[in-house]
């Protein structure tokens, strides 16, 4: 299985970016996928998932503002980021998970800044 993220950026405060993750690979459609983060000198940390069947789940944090989506038939799943702050700068992460596994992307880059 392989995780290609795309969409990171910078973006002013305010601003918004959608990201991109595309799966490789069988099992796709009945994981559960999701995006975490990880910020300069914090742990990483859970932004969110969704189920295979649309179900998800929000960190706090980004309740309102960000979104998560995913396309089983095109293996993709997205985070559309709205109101970005500068504290949601990070490396973002995709993942994929279910019994047994729990596979990494490579990250994306997020800056928001003035």
């Known amino acids: 299985v392989q995780l290609q993220a795309s969409g990171g950026g910078m973006v002013q405060p305010g601003g918004s970016l959608r990201l991109s993750c595309a799966a490789s690979g069988s099992g796709f459609s009945s994981s559960i996928m999701g995006w975490y983060r990880q910020a300069p000198g914090k742990q990483r940390e859970l932004v969110a998932d969704?189920?295979?069947?649309?179900?998800?789940n929000y960190a706090d944090s980004v309740k309102g503002r960000f979104t998560i989506s995913r396309d089983n038939a095109k293996k993709t799943v997205y985070l559309q980021m709205n109101s970005l702050k500068a504290e949601d700068t990070a490396v973002y992460y995709c993942?994929?998970?279910?019994?047994?596994?729990?596979?990494w992307g490579q990250g994306t880059q997020v800056t928001v800044s003035s």
């Open positions: 969704i189920t295979r069947s649309g179900t998800s």
């Open positions: 993942v994929q998970y279910g019994m047994g596994y729990f596979n």
